[in-house]
């Protein structure tokens, strides 16, 4: 599997931002995936994951109610719709898939990785 984040970007503490993911290969649906994110200096840290099927998302807690993970099986696409974002929010984010469609949980031992797109929010 191959991923390709985009949607990365300088914005003003409130504002929002899509950060987009697109998949190769036929079986996206067999796929859990996930967003992470590093800002600098720090370690990687889990920020939303979506099962194969979409029915179930995880969130960390300081991105539940300002973000919401989804995706389109027919587009091989997740997505990550970032509300009232903060300067806090600052980080590279990566997209990742996980071979286990129903694991859903805020672990980083994901099996592909895109090249992650920055998202720097200014105060």
């Known amino acids: 599997v191959q991923l390709q984040a985009s949607g990365g970007g300088l914005v003003q503490a409130g504002d929002s931002l899509r950060l987009s993911c697109a998949a190769s290969?036929?079986?996206?649906?067999?796929?859990?995936m996930g967003w992470l994110r590093q800002a600098p200096g720090k370690e990687r840290e889990f920020v939303a994951v979506?099962?194969?099927?979409?029915?179930?998302?995880y969130y960390t807690d300081s991105v539940k109610g300002r973000f919401t993970i989804s995706r389109s099986n027919a587009k091989n696409t997740v997505w990550l719709q970032m509300n009232n974002l903060k300067p806090e929010d600052t980080a590279v984010y990566y997209c990742?898939?996980?071979?286990?469609?129903?694991?859903?949980?805020?672990?980083?031992?994901?099996?592909?990785w895109g090249q992650g797109t920055q998202v720097t929010v200014s105060s």
């Open positions: 990742a898939a996980r071979s286990n469609r129903y694991r859903v949980d805020s672990g980083d031992d994901y099996d592909y």
């Open positions: 979506i099962s194969g099927s979409g029915g179930t998302t």
């Open positions: 290969g036929r079986t996206f649906s067999s796929y859990t």
